[in-house]
């Protein structure tokens, strides 16, 4: 049972290229988020997801796309990356929204 | 507006002494609370949680807090800290309703040999 996995581990991007973070989960959570984390702002969550098919915004979703095709994957886009971007990502699981969120180790992603 | 605030960015105390990491919330209505730690290079992981019912609760590694719904807080404790509590440390809320949690910005823990 590996909980929440995510690729990659780290990543470094020019302005203007795109890349595809991905989330897996095994625990059959309907619920799924993509948080960033950056110093002295805590976490700070991009998009979520309320089962398979479904996106909704979080606080800050400009500049990134999510798709969830599948209940145990999700899918994090940058389309065009910028400096603003660089971050440590979270992806986290819930069974409902109610119920206790599990992270994954996190991608340490450097835009140049 | 939701807020979280969690007033120290840092917390030293001295190992086997009692700690404490604070945290007061700004929700209508009775959320949900939690506290996540964060270990170097590592995602958050759950300690605790309240939803309703007694207002300490006990969670992973002896950590407990208190919810005291008239100052809107809910502390973190530890009757006696450890080297290895050395953290970062989130408190969350889940409003009512809301499908998502607000987190803090993190409170640094260092306990001292």
């Known amino acids: 049972n590996a909980g929440v996995t995510q690729t990659p581990k780290f990543r470094v991007l020019k302005t203007g290229q795109s890349m595809t973070l991905l989330c897996a989960q095994d625990?059959?959570?309907?619920?799924m988020y993509w948080y960033r984390q950056d110093p002295g702002m805590g976490l700070r969550l991009i998009h979520y997801?309320?089962?398979?098919?479904?996106?909704a915004k979080g606080e800050v979703p400009d500049g990134y796309n999510v798709s969830r095709l599948k209940k145990q994957n999700f899918l994090l886009g940058l389309e065009s990356a910028a400096p603003s971007q660089t971050s440590v990502y979270f992806c986290?699981?819930?069974?409902?929204?109610?119920?206790?969120?599990?992270f994954g180790p996190g991608t340490r992603l450097l835009v140049l | 507006a939701q807020s979280v605030a969690q007033p120290e960015d840092q917390v030293n105390v001295a190992e086997g002494n009692p700690l404490t990491v604070k945290c007061t919330y700004s929700?209508?209505?009775?959320?949900?609370l939690f506290w996540y730690v964060q270990y170097p290079n590592r995602g958050l992981q759950f300690l605790l949680k309240?939803?309703?019912?007694?207002?300490l609760v006990k969670g992973s590694y002896g950590f407990e807090a208190e919810f005291n719904k008239s100052q809107t807080s809910f502390h973190l404790k530890k009757p006696s800290a450890l080297v290895s509590d050395s953290a970062l440390y989130f408190c969350?809320?889940?409003?009512?309703?809301?499908?998502?949690?607000?987190f803090g910005t993190g409170t640094r823990l260092t306990v001292i040999p």
């Open positions: 997801s309320v089962g398979e098919g479904t996106t």
């Open positions: 625990m059959n959570h309907e619920y």
């Open positions: 986290a699981s819930s069974y409902n929204r109610g119920e206790t969120q599990y």
């Open positions: 309240y939803i309703t019912g007694d207002n």
């Open positions: 929700v209508s209505g009775n959320p949900y």
């Open positions: 969350a809320v889940r409003p009512p309703g809301a499908n998502n949690l607000f």
